[in-house]
């Protein structure tokens, strides 16, 4: 059974930094694309970055480029989410999801799997 479990949320201050992983169990997740969604309360869950199988491809939300960095450690199953410099516009609900493709998307529809999700909360 695919499993995906994400840790590391938390309360941190804006200007602060978190990062979160995803560690995933019950398949082979190096050769497929593994993204990093969120979902504020009351808002549509929204693409916030992904990477491709191998790590050579990243892909970022503009809201969070240049503060967000994901990378994974395929020897480990487990995919991360640096968060740096956070805003209070940040906090929500962060879900790591696995893709069916291995190249990098932000398209919702292809990603099979999603964990349960950690809580970020940006105090201002």
């Known amino acids: 059974q695919v499993q995906l479990v994400e840790s590391g949320g938390g309360l941190v201050q804006t200007g602060g930094s978190l990062r979160l992983s995803c560690a995933a169990s019950?398949?082979?997740?190096?050769?497929?694309?593994m993204g990093w969604f969120r979902q504020a309360p009351g808002k549509d869950r929204e693409f916030v970055a992904c990477i491709s199988g191998s790590g050579g491809t990243t892909y970022y939300v503009d809201s969070v480029k240049g503060r967000f960095t994901v990378s994974r450690d395929n020897a480990k199953n487990t995919v991360y989410l640096q968060m740096n410099s956070l805003k209070p516009e940040d906090t929500a609900v962060y879900y790591c999801a696995a893709s069916s493709k291995i190249w990098c998307s932000s398209n919702y529809g292809l990603y099979t799997y999603w964990g349960q999700g950690t809580q970020v909360t940006v105090s201002s």
């Open positions: 019950g398949g082979t997740f190096r050769n497929v694309a």
